[in-house]
Nanobody
């Protein structure tokens, strides 16, 4: 059974940092694009960041450029999201996602591109 499990969420103050981690089990995703999305209650999933299978290319939403970094460790089957200079508008449930297709980067901003999803971890930023 394939599982993606997020961890590292919590409550922080404006300007602080958090590091989210997504641990995959049940199969290797070393050949797959992985991503982070976030969702505020009542709104659609919002693309945050994506990383290709080798980690050589990353994509970030404009709203997080310069503050967030995505990385992966294929030996551990994990993908991380380092979030710095957090703002109240970053408050959301953060989800890890993985594309089932190997060596493929499609419409990485599109939620439907990803077949595997974690359960999410809450991030709350207070002013």
């Amino acid at each position: 059974q394939v599982q993606l499990v997020e961890s590292g969420g919590g409550s922080v103050q404006v300007g602080e940092s958090l590091r989210l981690s997504c641990s995959a089990s049940g199969r290797s995703f070393s050949s797959n694009t992985m991503a982070w999305f976030r969702q505020v209650l009542g709104k659609e999933h919002e693309f945050v960041a994506a990383i290709t299978w080798s980690g050589s290319t990353t994509y970030l939403a404009d709203s997080v450029k310069g503050r967030f970094t995505i990385s992966r460790d294929n030996t551990k089957n994990t993908v991380d999201l380092q979030m710095n200079s957090l703002k109240p508008e970053d408050t959301a449930v953060y989800y890890c996602a993985a594309d089932a297709a190997r060596y493929y980067i499609g419409n990485y901003k599109f939620r439907g591109e990803y077949e595997y999803w974690g359960q999410g971890t809450q991030v709350t930023v207070s002013s």
